[in-house]
């Protein structure tokens, strides 16, 4: 078993993992700067551009950034600080302290609006937002480090306790957001975009098993490879919850992306991740 650290632990993704990890007996450290509740890990209030102590780490899990699209846009001064710099920082630290592996929470937003669909790992990368910029310098920045590293291309990750809270939610949680509240679901664009979702359950799984790979791939997309329209969504989601309102429509955002659907061919010759969770089970 491993002594993993992971950074943005007290996030969504983070406290998964962080409970996956525990369960399955490695030694589990969580970092963030808003550490939350008694865990049954060691959490570790700090910064990922604070001058850390990583000594005894075997794994550094780094999902900490900040994550929005729009956020990023707005503020990419930012964005830029927390992501390239807290990423240089935390490989700087892990060098010097002898971390055998990382594995980075990259995104499907370095794609842009690819014109291969469904997008493998070589396709162009053509960022339309800081927040895509700072993902890709951060992949540049692990492929120059002396540590095995992977850049995880996460797609859309949805899941139990997934914040709906702010102007930049994630889709499923607004929805539902919307539906509890009893208003209508709001969707920017014409509700055709494609999305590939895929279950926290899922991807919690997946860095288990690569963390404990002998061989990792510079870049893997992690994704189910099933697309789903933001119309196919609120289907599903009409089907589950019968009262909920006609959606509205608003002026697609900028630097939000058409169609986003994973070639998880490398992801499965990989790994042996079995059969995913459906958006049809993972929304109910």
Known sequence: MASVLVTGGAGFIGTHLCRYLHDCGHQVISLDVNQVGDQSWECVTGDIRDDLQLDGIDVIVHLAAQISVPRSIDNPDETLSINV?????????????????????????VYGDSQQIPIPEDAPLIPQSPYAVSKIVGEELLKRSSIETCSFRFFNVYGPNQSAEGGYAAVIPAFKKAISEGVECTIFGDGTQVRDFIHVTDLTRIIGLAIEAKELPAELNIASGEATSLLDLIENLKFLHPEMLAPVFQEERVGDIHTSLADISLLTSKFEVGEMISIQEGLS
């Open 85 to 109: 710099d807290g990423t240089s920082s935390i490989l700087s630290v892990a060098e010097a302290s002898g971390v055998k592996r990382i594995l980075f929470a990259s995104s499907a937003a």
